[in-house]
């Protein structure tokens, strides 16, 4: 719970456990809508001389009361920030943009608030969305057929199939061009010209790779992260204090750039000992045939076979004198000068860990030196090197920690791959993207969603119909993915394509230490709600899922909830075999979801209770389940709604004191009415709603866990003969659907608005549970009114 400015907190505290999923840190109303009308000549920033979003006769296309409806840009240039690439020596990393898709504009379930009030919005207006979404993506440069096939499916070459669905002026393929960066884009770039009709506009690489580092950096929440003795800790990075900074790129070479701002940088060394010396090296001495088999046999190894260690020259000893451990490496190889072995004598694995250290170190202890001869203390590291690859982060790490005694941090980036096809992308004149802060970006994973080290969940999928049946055939629910490989065309490493498994066998073994990408949604209008204390530190998860055990709680609850969650998803789209077959493929889908995070619990990114249960309801949407409560709600609002003409007469028959404890013991007893919470559903077969209601408030015997009841009770009716004044506006965020809103909050409102505040209600935008959202108030509080 945050604590808004010079407020008194009024609460309980129920514990977790034991009340299931109830109050679970879900705060997701930290945010609120700007005002932002787009008018003729408007801009969505302001960002030095690059264009700006057109947004003269923007429209909305479809109903204007649904949540995050499309805009229309008719003014705006098609040729803008759809698709940039980044062509290197081993992969293709695109980043696209794609509007929101296509949404149901005749649901008759929905009113507007002009049918449910009877009146127009009058000064009100409505504040549409601008969004859309970022895709990363990546192929196997060696099978660039695949990429540009995926390119050509989506026409992403010609504004993407949103576009061209609404856009009757499609650019001539003639005209059409791409940014990208890497080396391949001059390699190949009489191939997209012959295969798509398109021309690559190349951008510099070592700009691209900077402004990549800088969106992310500034713009995703928990992008950067330490990783050492196997322990990921995301880092929150104030983009205020972001400069200067070193950037490592560590390719085929390395390259070390001080950035000093956005489009402010200079290379200020390099090594030529990198990714490639790596791979080189690794391929002469193992005979292995990838990069990532090389990586594979290095988790395998045991270095201390061929490198020579302190304690091999001091006789077991550490050399303390100097601060070196017996475990140091003194020479990498160098027990391979006194032993009378062959190559063929030393085991792979061994031979790919002491050449995974050597670079690994060398390239922590140069990358240190500059950090130090420029004085900074920030790090960070990237390129195909790192790919998310444990022991090689805890290598660099732990060099960085040695040289500089603990006082500078090896940092990585979750969407570290990406640097240059993000820079890329940012290159476009009109990606109106450069003003977008951190709680404006939210990151999400639908299945098929690749991961940053190799691995990916399923085949290319088309449609829902396809991932339906791929969920069918191959998803099993419970701890393992399993699936006969390849189902999709041989060696597709697309979204989301297999690579064979590693392992012998069927089981698709997922690499522990990658981290998955996922999808940004931009949603530009959002801004960080005004009130609250420490706006830059606030943080809306109050569970922390790094605990082990609190992690495998609340998988156990989340798993034990999902049959239950099923049915009345199911239930909420009629029953039918569609909504069925639908319903199994998501506890399929969210099941491997909670498979992936035990396993990895970081994969995501920083893992709260908030983002676990924002990701089973994202899952819920994927299936298009679009409110599985729909039917519970509203019978449990209209019971509630049935009972509360006599509590409001039972309330006013009271004095002002007693009323005003009332009401707000009713408010902490009306929460208790949650679907998440198995307590609370027990309770449900105990007695009536006004029953249960009336129960649970007499026990709300204070002092509470949080209890300003008195400092409260003075603001509102003041002291002795001086009455207090009222407040301006009170704003009340609501929970759940039923007698929680019905019973608990709309009484208080009522009391306020009596006293001549301005009461506001803030709800979900997005159904969660049995929540109530912003579109359901309007007409429960005008079915309320004609009781009072």
């Known amino acids: 719970m945050a604590a808004f400015k010079d407020e008194p907190v009024l609460g309980i505290d129920y514990r977790l456990k034991e009340e299931g999923l109830d109050r679970a840190g879900l705060v997701r109303e930290e945010v609120c809508q700007r005002d932002m009308v787009p008018t003729a000549g408007n801009s969505i ?6 264009p700006q979003l057109d947004l003269s006769k923007a429209a909305i296309q479809g109903n204007s009361e649904e949540r995050d409806p499309t805009i229309l840009l008719p003014n705006q240039s098609d040729d803008i920030s759809h698709l940039a690439l980044d062509i290197g020596g081993s992969l293709v990393k695109l980043v696209y943009f794609s509007r929101h898709e296509d949404r149901s504009i005749n649901d008759n379930r929905k009113k ?52 061209l669905s609404w856009n009757s002026e499609v650019l001539s393929i003639d005209d059409a061009v791409i940014k990208a960066t890497g080396g391949g884009a001059y390699k ?83 090594t030529n000992v990198g990714g490639g010396t790596y791979w080189g090296l690794g391929r002469l001495l193992t005979k292995c045939k990838s990069f990532d088999d090389l990586l594979e046999l290095s988790q395998r190894g045991d270095n201390r076979s061929i490198d020579m260690l302190v304690g091999d020259i001091y006789g077991g000893m550490d050399y303390s004198k100097i601060g070196l451990s017996a475990s140091t490496i003194a020479s990498s190889f160098g027990k391979a000068i006194s032993e009378k072995k062959e190559l063929e004598d030393y085991r792979p694995e061994d031979i790919s860990l002491s050449l995974l250290r050597m670079i690994s170190y060398n390239v922590g202890q140069v990358s240190y030196l500059n950090a130090l001869r420029f004085g900074l203390k920030r790090i960070f590291f990237g390129g195909f090197f790192i790919r998310g690859h444990a022991y090689t982060m805890d290598a660099i790490s732990f060099a960085i920690h040695f040289w500089s005694k603990g006082e500078a941090q090896a940092m990585f980036l979750r969407h570290e791959g990406y640097l240059g096809a993000l820079g890329a992308f940012m290159s476009y004149g009109k990606h109106g993207l450069d003003d977008l802060m951190v709680h404006q970006l939210v990151e999400r994973f639908p299945m098929g969603t690749p991961y940053t080290g190799g691995k990916i969940h399923g085949p290319p999928l088309g449609d829902l119909n396809e991932k339906i049946s791929w969920m069918e055939k191959f998803v099993l629910k419970g701890t393992k993915i399993t699936a006969p490989v390849p189902m999709a065309p041989a060696g597709t490493t697309g979204l989301g394509g297999f690579e064979v498994p590693l392992s012998k066998g069927s089981i698709l073994r997922s690499d522990a230490s990658a981290l998955n990408v996922g999808v940004l949604h931009l949603v530009p209008t959002l801004e960080v709600f005004p009130l609250l204390t420490e706006a830059k530190t606030y943080e809306p998860n109050t569970i922390d899922l790094s605990d082990h055990s609190e992690l495998e709680y609340w998988f156990t609850v989340l798993s034990e909830h999902m049959p239950d969650l099923v049915d009345k998803a199911v239930a909420s789209e009629g029953g039918t075999d569609d909504a069925k077959r639908r319903g199994e493929a998501f506890a399929r889908a969210f099941s491997a979801h909670l498979a992936r995070l035990m396993e990895e619990p970081a994969a995501y990114g920083k893992l709260g209770l908030a983002n676990l249960l924002e990701l089973r309801e994202e899952c819920l949407r994927e299936f298009q389940f679009v409110d599985a409560y729909r039917s519970i709600k509203q019978r449990e609002s209209e019971a509630s709604l049935a009972v509360l003409p006599d509590l409001l007469l039972e309330l006013d028959c009271m004095n002002e004191e007693t009323r005003l404890l009332t009401l707000i013991e009713g408010v902490l007893a009306a929460n208790i009415f949650d679907w998440g919470s198995r307590a609370c559903v027990d309770l449900y077969h105990k007695g009536t ?29 003041g002291s002795g003969d001086k009455k207090a004044p009222p407040h301006k506006r009170a704003l009340l965020f609501v929970d759940n ?44 509080v005008a079915e309320a009114a004609k009781s009072c």
């Open 45 to 50: 920033h302001k960002s030095g001389s690059r």
């Open 188 to 270: 190949f770039a009489n191939v997209f010209k012959e295969r798509l009709g398109v021309s690559l506009d190349k951008e510099d690489e070592m700009d691209c790779l900077v402004a990549g580092a800088n969106f992310l950096l500034k713009a995703i929440r928990h992008e950067a992260f330490t990783h050492m003795e196997g322990q990921k800790e995301f880092v929150q990075i104030d983009h205020n204090d972001l400069f200067p900074y070193l950037l490592v790129n560590v390719g085929s070479g390395v390259s070390m750039m001080k950035v000093d701002g956005d489009g402010k940088f200079e290379r200020v060394s390099g």
């Open 689 to 717: 709603i006004i029953e249960i209601y009336r129960m649970s408030r007499n026990k709300m015997q204070r002092p509470w866990r949080v209890d300003d009841f008195d400092v409260f009770k003075q603001r509102m009716l």
């Open 112 to 163: 507007t608030i002009k049918e449910t009030f009877g009146i127009t919005n009058g000064n009100r207006r409505s504040y549409p969305i601008l969004g859309g979404r970022l895709h990363f993506v990546k192929f196997e440069t060696s099978k660039l057929n695949e990429c540009l096939d995926f390119i050509h499916s989506k026409q992403l070459h010609r504004g993407g199939l949103d576009t």
């Open 737 to 780: 659907a039923g007698a929680d809103v019905v019973l608990g909050m709309l009484p208080l409102a009522r009391e306020l608005l009596r006293r001549g505040t301005e009461v506001v209600l803030v709800a979900n935008s997005l159904p969660a549970l049995n929540d109530v959202t912003a579109m359901e108030l309007p007409e429960i």
